[in-house]
């Protein structure tokens, strides 16, 4: 089935220093990758679509020059946590839809834990 | 984002009995559901989806039901085992938005053996 493969899978850096996470689908394409926020015991939060080839699309309340997204190829989506701080500590997920799929189910990924100290 | 469901619930069943996790939505042109379950640490898993033209499916050992008069859907789980115990999620598709789908609160499921 779809894999959709995330890195690092726990990340901690000091505040004001950059983070990238990536999001790999491994056995299928992808042109469009989903980012999500997850606060502990909370539900996910959609940040941005990730367009390959084009700008992202970002949800309301998304700072895009503060989490940056680049989805530089069919397999690959990336996202920069610029500038941390600790309030950016969270579980971010990414996930994609293969295409061949026989449902509409997405795959996501086993998210990273960014702890900003 | 759009809103579906409210605060954080959690359930507790006795191994063997049957699971029911409910979600209200709040969009009516939403017209795709999906339902995720995830394990701690983890990223969501598909369980099972419904279209807004139906109101019932099954899959294994799960059924969702899908109230659009009331905006509502739920998840049922027969026979509910130790390996459930996880947060579910539903998450929902807004007609001609896109792909994108936005999660409801959740529901926390605990099987007591």
């Known amino acids: 089935g779809a894999v959709v493969s995330q890195h690092p899978s726990w990340v901690i850096c000091k505040s004001g220093t950059s983070v990238k996470i990536e999001c790999r689908s491994l056995d299928f394409q992808a042109t469009t990758m989903f980012w999500y926020r997850q606060f502990p015991k909370q539900s996910l939060m959609l940040m941005a679509t990730?367009?390959?080839?084009?700008?992202?699309?970002?949800e309301q309340g998304v700072e895009k020059d503060k989490f940056l997204i680049n989805h530089a190829s069919l397999t690959l989506s990336t996202l920069t946590v610029t500038s941390a701080h600790p309030e950016d500590s969270s579980f971010y997920i990414c996930?994609?839809?293969?295409?061949?799929?026989?449902?509409?189910?997405?795959?996501f990924g086993s998210g990273t834990r960014l702890t900003v100290v | 984002g759009e809103s579906v469901g409210l605060h954080l619930p959690t359930l507790s069943v006795q191994e063997g009995d049957n699971s029911i996790i409910n979600c209200a939505y709040s969009?009516?042109?939403?017209?795709?559901f999906i339902w995720y379950k995830q394990e701690s640490g983890k990223g969501p898993q598909f369980i099972i989806d419904?279209?807004?033209?139906?109101d019932k499916r099954q899959g294994q050992r799960v059924t969702v039901l899908l109230n659009k008069t009331v905006k509502h859907l739920s998840l049922q789980i027969a026979a509910t085992q130790p390996g459930d115990s996880a947060v579910y999620f539903c998450a929902e598709n807004i007609k001609n938005t896109g792909n994108q789908f936005y999660f409801g609160t959740g529901t926390s499921l605990t099987v007591i053996p």
């Open positions: 996930s994609a839809r293969d295409p061949q799929s026989l449902n509409y189910g997405y795959t």
């Open positions: 419904i279209r807004s033209n139906m």
């Open positions: 969009n009516s042109a939403s017209d795709y």
């Open positions: 990730s367009n390959e080839g084009s700008k992202a699309t970002y």
